[in-house]
């Protein structure tokens, strides 16, 4: 598979830096979007070639509060350990609440943590 240069910049689908315009490489995920892949994180393609189809789908979540509220939280998933925030809407005011805003994220949680977790639920 050919790679292209990202024609618009945005963030990279693994470590959420803002990659410029033509900084990084663009690949198609298996929902036909459009990752950005800043150079420390090419796509799977690039890389070797593995194939992620078989991987469930990113976990969502919704955060609501002001737009200032939904950035930080945003950020703050950004920096937690084995979670990958891949794809973030942007604040979108909350109709029925005036002045509130809600943002939504697609998350990819390390498979790792996931049996680490399952692990402590099991022993309580
Ligand atoms: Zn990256």
Redesign the pocket.
């Known amino acids: 598979m050919s790679t292209h240069p990202n024609r618009r910049p945005g963030p990279?689908?693994?470590?959420?830096?803002i990659?410029p315009a033509q900084a990084g490489t663009l690949s198609r995920t298996p929902h036909g979007r459009w990752n950005v892949?800043?150079?420390?994180?090419p796509p799977p393609a690039a890389s070797g070639g593995q194939r992620r189809d078989d991987q469930p789908p990113p976990a969502e979540v919704r955060y609501t509060g002001t737009e200032t509220e939904c950035v930080a939280l945003v950020e703050a998933l950004k920096l937690t350990p084995h979670m990958q925030v891949l794809q973030v809407s942007d604040p979108a005011p909350r109709r029925e609440e005036p002045g509130r805003h809600s943002v939504y994220a697609r998350v990819r949680i390390d498979p790792r943590l996931l049996a680490a977790v399952a692990r402590e639920e099991a022993q309580q």
């Open positions: 990279c689908a693994s470590c959420g830096i990659v892949h800043c150079p420390d994180h």
